[in-house]
């Protein structure tokens, strides 16, 4: 995964009040460069398959909307036109045209696929909040996170919508899944016992692996290659601040990305040719 670069948060100020920017570097923490300024609170970016834009939820106009970057000409537009529409947490398949992310309609939130200038097709239509959808490398399912059982879990469903199947069942709560490349694995956040981790599991939801905990550990993102998760650390207290970390998928190699300053919501690139 040397090849590659790594799309991120950057953040300055005081805790209850952090200035954010969006950011990209490369995946050792060198060469950090800003793709926008803090005028803006930013969340959540993810790269295309081709490594060429990103996705991202702007706060520019008073509620969240997803946007897209051509990152060569920092140039962005909304990838919806509705007025007052509230859409997050996106992230592209891997046709890199189709992108599914979660919206918020009449105090529901669910989630909706779109291909790039299309018209949106709904998902699902629980009353439980669906969110976090993730593509499986080969685009026929997606992983989501729903609070449709009581508790926030993991469910699978196929790229059309459709009947999901949960596939958490430790204990705690689940959250933020991501598809490996490979396809074998999903990673996650979990929540329990007042501890965070960083997990991975099977697709069926076996094998369950934590495979981090501390404080504040969320939003594991993927190398190219499947072998290694990033994601955001938070420190305690009243000047706790966010890093990034990396861990291999045997739990081992643990260690924080050496960048300036506080950072979050990582999001790996695959192999730039």
């Given at each position: 995964y040397f090849d590659s670069r790594v799309v991120f948060v950057s953040e300055t100020g005081p805790k209850n009040n952090r200035?954010?920017?969006?950011?990209?570097?490369?995946?050792?923490?060198?060469?950090?460069?800003?793709?926008?300024?803090?005028?803006?609170?930013?969340?959540?970016?993810?790269?295309?398959?081709?490594?060429?834009?990103?996705?991202?939820?702007?706060y520019a106009s008073g509620f969240p909307q997803v946007n897209l970057m051509d990152v060569a000409q920092v140039t962005q537009t909304p990838l919806g036109n509705a007025e007052n529409e509230m859409t997050f947490a996106p992230r592209f398949g891997p046709d890199g045209q189709t992108v599914v992310y979660s919206s918020?309609?009449?105090?529901?939130?669910?989630?909706?696929?779109?291909?790039?200038?299309?018209?949106?097709?709904?998902?699902?239509?629980?009353?439980?909040?669906?969110?976090?959808?993730?593509?499986?490398?080969?685009?026929?399912?997606?992983?989501?996170?729903?609070?449709?059982?009581?508790?926030?879990?993991?469910y699978i469903m196929p790229v059309t919508g459709g009947a999901p199947g949960r596939i958490s069942f430790g204990g705690g709560r689940y959250g933020s899944p991501v598809w490996s490349p490979r396809g074998d694995l999903i990673a996650f956040t979990k929540q329990n016992a007042g501890r965070f981790h960083i997990g991975v599991m099977r697709t069926d939801g076996s094998e369950e692996r934590l495979l981090?905990?501390?404080?504040?550990d969320e939003g594991p993102t993927?190398?190219?290659?499947g072998?290694?998760?990033?994601?955001?650390?938070?420190?305690?207290?009243?000047?706790?601040?966010?890093?990034?970390?990396?861990?291999?998928?045997?739990?081992?190699?643990?260690?924080?990305?050496?960048?300036?300053?506080?950072?979050?919501?990582?999001?790996?690139s695959p192999l730039l040719k």
């Open positions: 200035a954010k920017r969006l950011a990209i570097m490369d995946y050792d923490g060198a060469n950090v460069q800003f793709l926008t300024d803090s005028s803006a609170l930013v969340l959540a970016p993810r790269f295309s398959p081709t490594g060429d834009r990103v996705l991202y939820t702007s918020s309609v009449g105090g529901n939130t669910d989630i909706f696929r779109r291909t790039i200038g299309g018209a949106p097709q709904r998902l699902t239509s629980a009353p439980s909040i669906e969110t976090a959808p993730s593509f499986s490398p080969d685009g026929t399912q997606i992983v989501f996170e729903s609070d449709r059982s009581g508790t926030q879990q993991l981090t905990a501390s404080f504040l993927w190398s190219p290659n072998r290694v998760v990033m994601f955001t650390r938070e420190t305690q207290g009243a000047g706790g601040a966010p890093a990034l970390y990396s861990v291999d998928i045997s739990g081992r190699n643990l260690k924080r990305v050496p960048i300036q300053g506080a950072a979050s919501d990582p999001a790996w």
